[in-house]
Each structure stands twice: as C-alpha cells, then as structure tokens.
C-alpha cells in the first residue's frame, strides 16, 4: 500500500531503520533517542500507576534486522504514537515533509485496517475468491498447454497472470487491497478467465495469449479506470 509505513498484527508500524533513513539520521542516534524515551517515561508512567511496560509493548517493540553482509543488528517497529513521540523533535523543513508523509502513510493504513473489518470487504473477500478460485482453474489448463508447446517455465504461469490482474487495478497483492481493488480484481480475472479459454480453443501460442490477455485488460482499464 505504501513503502512508510506496514501491517504488524493488524496495526500500522514503521521501522526505526527506515525514520532514519528518510530523516538523515544515524540509525544508532535514533537507538538512542528511543531508549532514552524508553527510560524516561518509567518515571511518568509510575506517578500515574500506569504500567511502563505499555510504552515498549505498543509503541516501540524491539526487533532485529540482518544487514547486507549478514550481521545483525537491533531496530524497533513503532505504532502512530511511538513514531509522533520520537519525531516531534525533528527540524527543519525536509524534517516537515517527511512527518508530513508519515501521517499520511499512517492515515491510509489505518483506513484500510478499518475497511478490512466492514462486512462490505468481508463479503467482498470472499466473492474474490470464488472468481480466483475459476481463473485458478483456467490457468492449470494453460500450464498443461504451455508444457505441450514447449514451454520450460510453465508453472510460472500462475504468478505472472496474478502479477498482471494486481497490477491492472493497482494493487500490490490480494491480502491488502481495498473492497473497491478487490471487486475489480473479480473483473479482471474474470476478463483473463475468458481470453485464456479463448485462447486455447483457437489453439494460440501460450505467449500470445498472455499478450491478449494484456491488451484486453489495457482496454478495459482505460474505459472503466480499474486502477485505483
């Protein structure tokens, strides 16, 4: 959905690595500042009776990260609260666009939490895997065909025409598109269901099914604005 911020057991996180990268901070100055918030608030949470632990269980939970040369090391996925707690002290104007991103990144995560609890994406959800249930099964066909014609990566099949219906209603996966993503999803796999037998029964080659597949879908998107 975006590159900010992601689902963590069903809440909206960011990691410390990436605050730091996009707020040109060192990553182990932004360690310290978390820990520092961290030992701090022990003492408030105490005067109100409040359990200290609540800050790093919700806001900051640490976590690792392996880096490019294999090694370990610490980071910490932080909630809206934890990421405004440790970010209110950042200046300066790019510091403003990144805390500007960062809300809006949060904004449209937590929406779509919210929309995933609605009946309407529930019953939505399950329509969708009904029609990926009959595109699913059209695609098996095409494999076998592939395989008849040649083909030496056949049961690739299946992930490139996924590829190609989330990207045509603009969608990285199924798990975290929209209700309005998922129904047209539904149309689009219906749209590859039909080309495919099409083109099976007029015996084309498995490529140029594919690229049927695309131009039909590129008409389509261009009439009913499918991606979102």
């Given at each position: 959905?975006?590159?900010?911020?992601h689902?963590?057991h069903?809440?909206a996180?960011?990691?410390s690595l990436e605050v730091?990268?996009?707020?040109g901070?060192?990553?182990?100055?932004?360690?310290r500042?978390?820990?520092k918030?961290?030992s701090?608030?022990?003492?408030?949470?105490?005067?109100n009776?409040?359990?200290?632990s609540?800050l790093?269980s919700e806001?900051?939970?640490?976590?690792?990260?392996k880096?490019?040369?294999g090694?370990?090391y610490?980071?910490?996925?932080?909630?809206?609260?934890?990421?405004s707690?440790?970010?209110?002290?950042?200046?300066?104007?790019?510091?403003?666009?990144?805390?500007?991103k960062?809300?809006?990144?949060f904004?449209?995560?937590e929406?779509?939490?919210?929309?995933?609890?609605?009946?309407?994406?529930?019953?939505t959800?399950?329509?969708?895997?009904?029609?990926?249930?009959?595109?699913t099964d059209?695609?098996?066909?095409l494999?076998e065909?592939a395989?008849?014609?040649?083909?030496?990566?056949?049961d690739?099949?299946?992930?490139?025409?996924?590829?190609?219906?989330n990207?045509?209603v603009g969608a990285?996966d199924?798990d975290?598109?929209?209700a309005?993503?998922?129904?047209?999803l539904?149309?689009?796999?219906?749209?590859?269901?039909?080309?495919?037998?099409?083109?099976i029964?007029?015996?084309?080659?498995y490529?140029e099914?594919?690229?049927n597949?695309?131009?039909?879908?590129?008409?389509v998107?261009?009439?009913?604005?499918?991606?979102v």
């Amino acid at each position: 959905m975006n590159e900010l911020v992601h689902l963590e057991h069903d809440e909206a996180v960011c990691n410390s690595l990436e605050v730091a990268e996009k707020f040109g901070k060192r990553h182990d100055l932004v360690l310290r500042d978390i820990d520092k918030l961290i030992s701090d608030s022990s003492k408030w949470w105490s005067e109100n009776k409040t359990d200290s632990s609540k800050l790093r269980s919700e806001m900051f939970k640490e976590t690792t990260y392996k880096n490019s040369r294999g090694k370990i090391y610490r980071c910490f996925e932080m909630n809206r609260d934890g990421f405004s707690l440790l970010c209110m002290g950042f200046t300066g104007k790019e510091a403003l666009d990144w805390k500007l991103k960062y809300i809006n990144a949060f904004n449209q995560m937590e929406n779509y939490i919210r929309e995933k609890q609605s009946q309407s994406w529930i019953e939505t959800r399950t329509v969708g895997k009904l029609s990926r249930k009959a595109e699913t099964d059209v695609l098996k066909q095409l494999v076998e065909y592939a395989k008849q014609q040649g083909s030496e990566h056949a049961d690739m099949l299946y992930m490139t025409y996924s590829k190609l219906a989330n990207k045509t209603v603009g969608a990285a996966d199924r798990d975290t598109a929209t209700a309005k993503q998922l129904m047209n999803l539904s149309v689009t796999e219906n749209i590859i269901l039909k080309v495919v037998e099409e083109g099976i029964s007029q015996q084309l080659h498995y490529k140029e099914i594919y690229k049927n597949c695309k131009d039909r879908l590129a008409i389509v998107n261009q009439l009913a604005y499918l991606t979102v």
